[in-house]
């Protein structure tokens, strides 16, 4: 894409945040790349759009709808058959659709839940302690959280597996085509969903959203569609991204897992510092009318891209913020967003995740990466480690 004529040429990079340079090696640390030039840079990639690098300005632009609108939250755009409701609403619009899920991840209900969390933990850890080695992701990072989501929506674990491929065609497609048929396939499937809660609504998630009232009204099919898809992909993919993230430093940091393996009270504030320094999660903006900020002239119609991550690496905000340290006193980062669109589901995310490391640590306080087998990353709107293979000594058998 030509560099448009607003933009100056000393803030173009070339970024392509699918590609990012060097993030074959270390995928997250290749961001840091980015705060050695100006604060604010333009990309001529995934159709063009500006890229905000350090925190106060990530801040601003996910505090302020106007101009910064989520109505359109994917680069490049992409045609599909909803909108992703909450997130892609502005206030006041945004509200009525978030109070219909948000009542579901209070405090109260998500402290209910650890139970089911804690056994799920266990039952997958004790499955694989045995064998002396496990591939983190599959074995253990995308079943805990998956099978709690499907849990909290009420739906059967037979249905888990194509659930998993659609969302994986949607949030990392092979190619466009891939993307349209996981939202076809997404799409009557929930319909039929849709179909049985109108006749037995239970008193669960799926069930709020079929029966939920919106501006004094039933609930519009096409709007309780982007509601299921919108809870669907948020409950499928970023705490497991977090999760690996977070085994894989473990593996390779020794004096990191020492340090949580004889401090587990210091496990509430690893899970904050993972999400500081891994965030996977990241979305677009659409300007809504021309504005100047800092000295850049953003033009109606330009797209925005947020990376939390770089918020977490910038050395303005944090001391020495590509270290990872447990006992940092400050845990405000922006892994869940801020201002009205943060995240609903923060509550269980971060309950899942201490869940994980208190239970983990319980059973395999000691484990390292299976050698001649590196960890695999993956690029993209979710960045993740698509596999983790470890290794610890196996219990000799009584």
């Not at 593996?251 to 897992?257: G, I, M, S, V």
Request: glycine residues 6%; proline residues 8%.
């Amino acid at each position: 894409m030509e560099t448009p004529a607003h933009v100056p040429p000393e803030r173009v990079v070339d970024w392509d945040f699918y590609r990012p340079p060097g993030g074959e090696e270390n995928l997250n640390l290749a961001w840091e790349k980015l705060h050695e030039g100006p604060d604010i840079v333009w990309t001529p990639h995934n159709g063009g759009h500006w890229i905000v690098t350090r925190a106060e300005d990530i801040e601003f632009v996910q505090r302020n709808h106007d101009p910064f609108s989520m109505t359109e939250v994917v680069l490049p755009a992409t045609s599909k058959p909803m909108r992703l409701l909450p997130l892609e609403a502005d206030p006041p619009e945004h509200a009525e659709y978030r109070k219909i899920i948000s009542g579901h991840f209070m405090p109260k209900p998500v402290k209910e839940l650890e139970v089911d969390i804690r056994e799920l933990a266990v039952d997958l850890i004790e499955g694989f302690k045995a064998r002396g080695e496990c591939e983190f992701v599959a074995d253990f990072a995308l079943k805990l959280p998956i099978q709690l989501f499907m849990k909290i929506v009420d739906l059967p674990l037979s249905d888990l597996d194509r659930l998993l491929e659609w969302t994986e065609q949607t949030v990392r497609p092979k190619d466009e085509h891939a993307t349209a048929w996981a939202f076809r396939m997404t799409s009557e499937y929930l319909d039929d969903v849709i179909r049985q809660r109108r006749v037995r609504p239970g008193d669960d998630l799926v069930g709020a959203i079929v029966h939920a009232k919106v501006f004094g009204r039933d609930i519009s099919d096409a709007e309780m569609r982007g509601v299921l898809f919108n809870v669907l992909f948020g409950g499928l993919d970023t705490v497991t991204s977090t999760m690996g993230f977070a085994a894989n430093f473990l593996a390779h940091n020794p004096a990191h897992r020492k340090q949580l393996s004889k401090q587990p009270e210091l496990i509430p504030k690893a899970v904050e510092e993972f999400l500081r320094v891994f965030a996977p999660s990241s979305t677009g903006r659409l300007v809504m009318r021309d504005y100047e900020y800092k000295g850049v002239q953003f033009r109606k119609g330009d797209r925005v891209y947020v990376r939390p991550l770089l918020h977490g690496m910038d050395e303005r905000r944090y001391t020495d913020p590509l270290a990872v340290k447990f006992d940092r006193t400050s845990n405000i980062h922006a892994a869940f967003g801020n201002g009205p669109h943060r995240c609903p589901g923060a509550n269980l995310a971060r309950s899942e995740l201490r869940i994980f490391l208190e239970e983990w640590f319980r059973r395999i306080p000691e484990f390292e990466p299976q050698p001649d087998h590196a960890p695999r990353f993956h690029a993209g709107m979710v960045n993740c480690v698509i596999t983790v293979p470890l290794k610890w000594r196996a219990p000799v058998a009584a």
